[in-house]
């Protein structure tokens, strides 16, 4: 049982409250968490989900000033930036960067790694950096893309035999589904 992937574990559920809650405290939660996995991922030979964890961790500082803009508390829940709706022009560059970054990924982890599931962790990947910009924009779909994420990589994990973070992965799954009512309530209710 590896000490640092419970503490991880511990983060990120503090991380998926404050995130359905739409806090903007979950951007500190949201670099802790990430650190910590640098270690876990590394030592599973999951090397795109360790690079990943680096994208988090300058990833939250982008969606902190993003959320903080507007100048309100971080305990508000509408703190700066309102959730809106991904805008209908996005969806085709956001899915042509999804297949890109999927492909570059797979490629570079099964050509260049000893990687035993590289394409399984490049989709994971690709998915979750696509959430993650979503998330720091406020786009109420992003919830959509992290259940697919979260999914995919609870199965990949639990493979892995990592099954903290494949039931954390899991459990995100099941809040996301929560934080996507959530947010629509939320969207609407602040206008």
Not at 24 to 50: H, K
Not at 52 to 76: E, K, M, Q, T
Not at 164 to 173: C, E, I, K, S, W
Request: aromatic share 18%; hydrophobic share 55%; net charge negative.
């Amino acid at each position: 049982m590896n000490w640092l992937e419970i503490l991880g574990t511990a983060v990120g559920v503090v991380y998926l409250w404050l995130e359905y809650r739409a806090n903007a405290w979950l951007w500190v939660a949201s670099i802790v968490m990430p650190a910590i996995y640098l270690a876990v991922y590394y030592e599973a030979g999951l090397y795109a989900d360790f690079g990943i964890s680096i994208y988090y961790i300058i990833a939250s500082v982008y969606g902190l000033w993003c959320w903080g803009r507007s100048g309100r508390g971080a305990d508000d829940e509408s703190d700066g930036l309102p959730i809106t709706h991904l805008p209908a022009g996005y969806y085709v560059p956001l899915v042509a960067v999804l297949v890109i970054v999927f492909v570059l990924i797979g490629y570079v982890l099964s050509e260049f790694t000893d990687s035993t599931v590289p394409w399984a962790d490049a989709f994971t990947t690709s998915l979750s950096i696509v959430a993650m910009w979503l998330l720091a924009r406020k786009y109420v779909e992003q919830w959509l893309v992290w259940i697919a994420a979260d999914v995919a990589c609870a199965v990949l994990y639990v493979y892995k035999d990592l099954w903290f973070t494949g039931a954390l992965y899991m459990a995100y799954a099941v809040i996301a589904v929560l934080g996507y009512r959530k947010w629509r309530h939320m969207m609407i209710n602040q206008n």
